[in-house]
């Protein structure tokens, strides 16, 4: 099957392509390779020289998806069946320093990829958005949940689901929207909280913790990859929305001491909640469980433990 990737040399990206192309499918890849003007430039590079050692890069566009031309271009040569579509600003704190270009890229950019997947026939449109779309929600929240997102990174998330879905009644576009949660593990950026535990310890320095009892559903990287991938080729999930998390909610507080605990150092230095972000607990997964048989194996302890061990062995971070 040709399957085009957009994001496909980001966290997430790279290890579904990995396994898109181990099962035999053709994959194409857009990405632009962006530090989002807040990543060291070295960094961005170490990581994905390193994400695409096992990959076959010979479909690899590195291309902006707010351009349309080079999308029409893109999909008129690749003619893709499927398109999973990873690439954003990543979070939060990244659309806040650049809401202008963050919007362009999640609207403009996703409605470019709508528009090419119409015109080109694609049977189906994976979308990736996110837990934050939620807003403030406790444990066992299912898909049907009343989404009351709060930030840019959350809205315009939630908006480019309901632009799936109108797509869709158009123009009879199948969709899965996936909603993750807080993936971490081997090969991530240093500006993200887990990232910013481990390596805060690693190297002496304090954790700071934005609200003790503050929790997040914490998902390793590889589990989240092989939900999207399941999800993307499975005949049972056209037109429904799933949550793809390991459904297990953690405290800042728990996780900022198994990061101690793995680094076998660090201070814990605890501050008030960060008003930009919602409280927010774990995640249903029973509907991805049943539709494709979604079963996320790496707890957090144990994925803590690989992701210290990567980073001590790591070149760039290790050093």
Known sequence: MNILVTGGLGLIGHNVV???????????????????GIIPQEQIDHLIKERTKDLDLSGLYIKDISDAKEMDYIFNIEQPEVVIHLASFPRQKVVNANPAQGSRVMSEGLINLLEMSDRYEVRKFVYASSSMVYGDFKDDV????DCKPQGQYGILKLAGEWLIKDY?????????????????????VEDRVISKFILNAMRGNPLRV???TETLDFTFVADAADGIVAAALSDNTDNKTYNITKSHSHSLLDAAKLAVKVAGQGEIVVGEKDADFPS????NIDAARRDFGFDPKITVEEGFQIYY???KNDPYFGS
């Open 18 to 36: 990995k396994r898109l192309q181990d099962q035999g499918h053709v994959v194409s890849i857009v990405d632009t390779k962006t530090n989002y």
């Open 142 to 145: 299912k898909e049907d949940y």
């Open 168 to 188: 869709s009644r158009r123009t009879n576009l199948a969709y899965t929207i996936i909603r993750p949660s807080a993936v971490y593990g081997p090969l991530d």
């Open 210 to 212: 934005n609200g003790a």
């Open 280 to 283: 927010r607990g774990a995640l």
């Open 309 to 311: 061990d990567w980073l």
